[in-house]
């Protein structure tokens, strides 16, 4: 399966029944998302965690160890909906083929997204039907712009804020939109928080994580 270049993982020591996606900001890469991974995984029996690299190298960086998922050099919407638009098949066929190799469910796979990576996730919710979750980090949500159906998958929101690079405010603006599409949205608040992840989010997409994994819904 090499739909993405590279792809870090953290497999389980047994069988592989729950899988969580991390999606990486722009001009990160999956092996600094990895550490999510690390830290929820003693917690997390039979999950694998897969942190695949962007699509693309960083526009900051073509020469390093940095990619993105799409070019970033404004947040003019129509730029980051293109930008979405050509990423998005391929977040879905690696899904889709990774559900395939490890013969679950949609149900058994979480995507958790940081900044850009938030962006993408999101917009799993209208390309596959009843994924476990989605757990979105300092990201915001833009609307596609054709949706034919919306899946039933609940979502989390992480923001702090104190964040400069994408303000607090596209928190609140993602819950109302998703919420009126239908979408099962709760948020967590890291107040003073900037453009990152501390341990209450982290504790937050944890706890999110256990309940989807017993089939508990959480509360709009």
């Avoid at 953290?10 to 001009?27: A, D, E, F, M, S």
């Avoid at 476990?132 to 034919?148: E, K, L, M, R, V």
Wanted: proline share 5%; aromatic share 8%; with cysteine.
């Amino acid at each position: 399966m090499k739909l993405f270049e590279n792809c870090p993982c953290l497999l389980p020591k047994g069988t592989t029944k729950k899988i969580v996606l991390l999606l990486h900001g722009y001009g990160s890469n999956g092996d600094d998302l990895l550490e999510i991974g690390r830290i929820w995984q003693k917690n997390l029996e039979n999950t694998a965690f897969f942190s695949p690299n962007g699509i693309e190298l960083s526009d900051l960086n073509p020469f390093g160890e940095s990619y993105q998922w799409f070019g970033l050099n404004d947040f003019n919407p129509l730029n980051i909906r293109a930008g979405l638009d050509k990423a998005r098949p391929h977040l879905k066929r690696f899904i889709t083929a990774l559900l395939a190799e490890y013969r679950l469910l949609p149900s058994d796979l979480i995507l958790v997204g940081f900044s850009q990576g938030t962006m993408l996730a999101l917009d799993m919710v209208f390309s596959i039907s009843r994924l476990g979750g989605i757990i979105g980090y300092s990201g915001a949500f833009y609307i596609p712009s054709n949706i034919s159906s919306v899946s039933p998958t609940p979502v989390l929101l992480v923001h702090g804020t104190a964040d400069t690079v994408v303000p607090y405010t596209a928190l609140q603006v993602a819950q109302t939109q998703l919420r009126q599409l239908g979408v099962n949205v709760m948020t967590k608040t890291c107040t003073g928080l900037g453009h990152s992840i501390d341990e209450s989010g982290l504790m937050a997409g944890l706890d999110f994580i256990r309940h989807q994994h017993q089939d508990q819904p959480i509360a709009l």
